[in-house]
T-cell receptor, first 113, second 112 residues
Framework: DSGVTQTPKHLITATGQRVTLRCSPR?????VYWYQQSLDQGLQFLIQ???????AKGNILERFSAQQFPDLHSELNLSSLELGDSALYFC????????????FGPGTRLLVL | QKEVEQDPGPLSVPEGAIVSLNCTYS??????FMWYRQYSRKGPELLMY????GNKEDGRFTAQVDKSSKYISLFIRDSQPSDSATYLC????????????FGGGTRVLVKP
């Protein structure tokens, strides 16, 4: 158990809908990262937050957005969902934004029908 | 061409054998190198973390980095069936937002 928690574990929804994925980092970690893992693209970095502020952006679509709250938990919002958004979404956390070790949560499996 | 290349496998070995995994990369800015293990339907688990070139050993695991060749390796000694998983290499330039770039993963099967 990495200490990173994610909810829900599974999510089934329809195209065009909007969902919110939640992540609680390990105790003491200030930085949160979101990743998408699909069969064809592998594990892709989406976005990073540190202590409430956006630090880095990767291959995140405009339909997706995220934020980190004062209690350090983070939410990833996915809107106007398409079939291709079906994937595993992982959250990871680390102590500092320059710290190279990230600990991953168990993921949220999203299925868009 | 992907920034990080990794043979997808599967790599099948008998129990007790040495598992040899590797990744090549193209971005010379990468300075931090990691290996993760991922069991089916689980999150990646950090195994090894190295900075710059050199070797690092931790129990049955040895990580090697050759920055001149842009090549990293992971060796697993005395492999066990519980080592059967997908192994992902990951790299970061460090300062630039600390984002990791992953290889596609190698599936390893250790047969009893």
């Amino acid at each position: 158990d990495s200490g990173v928690t994610q909810t829900p574990k599974h999510l089934i929804t329809a195209t065009g809908q909007r969902v919110t994925l939640r992540c609680s980092p390990r105790s003491g970690d200030l930085s949160v990262y979101w990743y998408q893992q699909s069969l064809d693209q592998g594990l892709q970095f989406l976005i990073q937050y540190y202590n409430g502020e956006e630090r880095a952006k990767g291959n995140i679509l405009e339909r997706f957005s995220a934020q980190q709250f004062p209690d350090l938990h983070s939410e990833l919002n996915l809107s106007s969902l398409e079939l291709g958004d079906s994937a595993l979404y992982f959250c990871a956390s680390s102590v500092r934004p320059l710290h190279e070790t990230q600990y991953f949560g168990p993921g949220t499996r999203l299925l868009v029908l | 061409q992907k920034e990080v290349e990794q043979d997808p496998g599967p790599l099948s070995v008998p129990e007790g054998a040495i598992v040899s995994l590797n990744c090549t990369y193209s971005n010379s800015a990468f300075q931090y190198f990691m290996w993760y293990r991922q069991y089916s339907r689980k999150g990646p688990e950090l195994l090894m973390y190295t900075y710059s070139s050199g070797n690092k050993e931790d129990g049955r695991f040895t990580a090697q980095v050759d920055k001149s060749s842009k090549y990293i390796s992971l060796f697993i000694r005395d492999s066990q069936p519980s080592d059967s998983a997908t192994y992902l290499c990951a790299m970061s330039a460090g300062a630039a937002g600390n984002k990791l770039t992953f290889g596609g993963g190698t599936r390893v099967l250790v047969k009893p």
